[in-house]
């Protein structure tokens, strides 16, 4: 296979070129094409170690395998989530436009090279400790729904938050790559694992082989894997936000069952060392839980995954 790197030329802030590097990777036999994306959020890094360890078990391909390591490069320099330029968010921006601010550009030049693929995975993570997600955009054809739910299925996440892009709620998404390609026909899975500080080596193992298993579902790769996938999960995402500020303790355990009113945990609160105990909002899986952390009044304790179907 032949290995190519090039840089996309942005535009420019000052005496700092804005580059996108783009790493290709060509099989000597004609194929299927896909593209692994990274670091669309600048502070969100962990899908680099993947992509790494991805590599270090690739030793051929057919077709194209596609990397955008660091798709917004200065917010990524800078461990910051949006780009300093403008301070957009780069997911809110797709499909983009070339004469519009940097994001806009950005967003543009990556979606040229995304729907050109028969497959996408955009990795990103989320702040506080997690259980590795995949997002379902659900939209798009029927065709398209399929393709993606059998990606999901290769790659095996504990759960899989389903979207529902009419909500209000989950209305900001819509500009978010994944269900922009999603409408061009394009299955794609946007992958959300804990940051390099959190994630255990068997997420890492998780994220590698269920990408593995999705290239290898594409003929793009022939890698062995470890594990075959299980059942689906599929949730809402219900977040639950303090109203009271202080450190927060928990017992409970990421994937833990919980009912709607059982207590999750105390905010012990930093003047009065009072404890008030925390109740969930909703009955289904613990995916996010922030435990051991200071927290102010709004901010977010856990996130309860309701079970949706199976
Ligand atoms: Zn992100």
Known sequence: MKKTITKIKIGQAGAVSIEIPVLKFTGSKRGKKALIVCGIHGDEYTGLLVINNVLEKIKDIQGEL?????????AQALNIRINPLDLYDLNRK??????????????????EIAKDMDAVLDFHTFEDPTVVT??????GS???KKKTLEFIKLFDPDIVWELNIKSRDELKFVTALGPKL??????????????LHNVSDEQIERAVDGTIKILNNLKITNVSHAKESRELLFVENKEFNSNVSGIFVTHKKLMDKIKKGEVVGGVIDITS??????KSHESGVLMVLKDR???????????V???KRK
């Not at 060392?273 to 925390?278: D, E, V």
């Open 182 to 195: 999603s409408f061009e026909g394009i299955p794609n899975i946007a992958v959300e694992l804990p940051q």
């Open 305 to 307: 995954g309701k079970l």
């Open 142 to 144: 029927n065709e398209t």
């Open 66 to 74: 596609w990397i955008i390591p660091s798709a917004n490069a200065l």
């Open 94 to 111: 797709f499909p983009g436009d070339k004469t519009k601010e940097p994001t806009d550009r950005i967003a543009a030049e990556i979606f």
């Open 273 to 278: 060392f009072k404890k008030t105990q925390i």
């Open 293 to 303: 952390q200071f927290v102010t009044t709004g901010g977010r304790l856990f996130t």
């Open 134 to 139: 995949n997002i379902f955009m659900n939209c």
